[in-house]
């Protein structure tokens, strides 16, 4: 089974490198901010590609301001966003700071948020601190809570160490089970591995059997200071769609109650016949990603923590003196946008999955070829090609009888 190639897009299209200053006008909407509150970690995953997770570094509350200052009167701004405290552990730092936090963000919507932009809050954690007080925190700022777990303890603990080398995945199951009780919906970031492949039953039945029913699926890759991923080993490809294909048929017989976020992409763009021309990861300030220093980057939250040969580091700007436009006219910017487009405009000539992929991540492009100027990754042949081969073929023997 195949997919039709997407139709190029026009000349005017947003990745034209002829005129960046007049593609300000298509740069955004502004959909994710992620901010570092702290870029400490309280646990030491052996595939983490943050370089800095060992130091207690902490959003200073003088930038609270400035970074919403330039949130809300930034043109890129559309009529919703959501901000994710991520890239460090958040609840590593005290409910009292995010107290602090949120008080002087209602204020600056009361002084800067002269459009009414809807805001929302996201919290990305380990789930080991979470306890009765911080479920209070969350359901009375309505904070949505994403947990990093990786199945069952055999494999979660594997890789997700504290720095003394222990495992911890009860302390993430006690967080949940706090969440559960306080009936606090959540969702469960996984990260496979070439140690997960040979577990799809046991995998699925741990999270179903703990209620746990909307999943996500990272694959471990190549990137930041984590240098080499298990999924590249000779033979892996065939045993990860094996994984997938049996994942399908577990998450199939549920009719619905068990959602994987990779199939219900997939299946969103074949019934309702859309077609991707980018995604927020290759598109200029879809995303934003701030550190604890309000230094700001856009394209994949996880360039602002890492340098490269080839680029340096991805800082843009920061919020005490640049604005996001500004920084639109600076060199590296122009360099990074330029190569980001070249390698989206490779692939939509080459790839016939970029309608359901966008060109892809150019991190992963980096790490994987040396430049974003490139096309295809291990990433994109798990990610996307993989899992959509996959649910054709399986919806197509349904619909076949």
């Not at 934003?288 to 800082?315: A, C, M, W």
């Not at 309608?355 to 070829?369: D, F, L, R, T, V």
Request: aromatic share 12%.
């Amino acid at each position: 089974m195949t997919i039709a190639k997407s139709t190029p897009t026009s000349e005017s299209a947003i990745f034209s490198n002829e005129d960046f200053a007049i593609a300000l006008s298509q740069f955004g909407p502004i959909s994710l901010v992620v901010i570092q509150p702290t870029s400490f970690c309280n646990l030491n995953c052996d595939y983490c590609y943050l370089p800095d997770r060992h130091l207690k570094n902490r959003l200073s509350l003088n930038l609270v301001e400035p970074i919403f200052k330039a949130i809300f009167t930034s043109r890129f701004l559309g009529d919703y966003f959501t901000v994710c405290w991520h890239a460090g552990e958040p609840l590593a730092v005290p409910i009292s700071f995010y107290e602090a936090v949120f008080e002087q963000i209602e204020e600056a919507e009361r002084q800067f948020n002269t459009r009414q932009a809807c805001l929302m809050h996201s919290i990305q954690t380990n789930g080991i601190l979470i306890d009765s007080a911080w479920c209070d925190f969350f359901q009375k700022h309505d904070i949505h809570v994403g947990i990093s777990l990786d199945g069952p303890a055999f494999l979660h603990d594997t890789h997700r160490r504290t720095r003394k080398g222990l495992g911890s995945h009860a302390s993430t199951m006690r967080g949940i089970a706090c969440l559960q009780e306080h009936k606090i919906p959540f969702s469960v970031i996984c990260v496979i591995t070439a140690d997960s492949l040979d577990y799809p039953d046991e995998i699925f039945n741990f999270f179903w059997e703990n209620g746990i029913t909307d999943v996500g699926f990272n694959m471990e890759e190549t990137e930041g200071v984590h240098q080499s991923s298990s999924l590249e080993r000779a033979g892996v490809e065939e045993r990860y769609r094996a994984f997938i294909e049996r994942f399908w048929e577990l998450t199939a017989q549920t009719d619905g109650a068990f959602k994987v976020r990779e199939f219900e992409s997939i299946c969103s763009l074949i019934y309702s016949g859309d077609r991707l021309d980018k995604t927020d990861m290759n598109a200029p300030f879809a995303i934003v990603s701030i550190d604890h220093q309000g230094n700001f980057s856009t394209f994949d939250p996880e360039l602002l923590s890492v340098k490269t040969d080839r680029y340096g580091d991805f800082i843009l700007g920061n919020v005490l003196k640049d604005t996001f436009e500004s920084v639109c006219y600076g060199e590296k910017f122009q360099q990074i946008y330029r190569d980001i487009a070249t390698g989206v405009r490779e692939c939509r000539h080459t790839c016939q999955y970029f309608g359901i992929c966008g060109g892809g991540a150019g991190s992963n492009k980096y790490w994987e070829n040396g430049t974003f100027a490139s096309s295809e990754t291990k990433a994109c042949r798990y990610r996307i090609k993989a899992i959509a081969d996959i649910v054709l073929e399986e919806l197509e023997n349904v619909f076949s009888g």
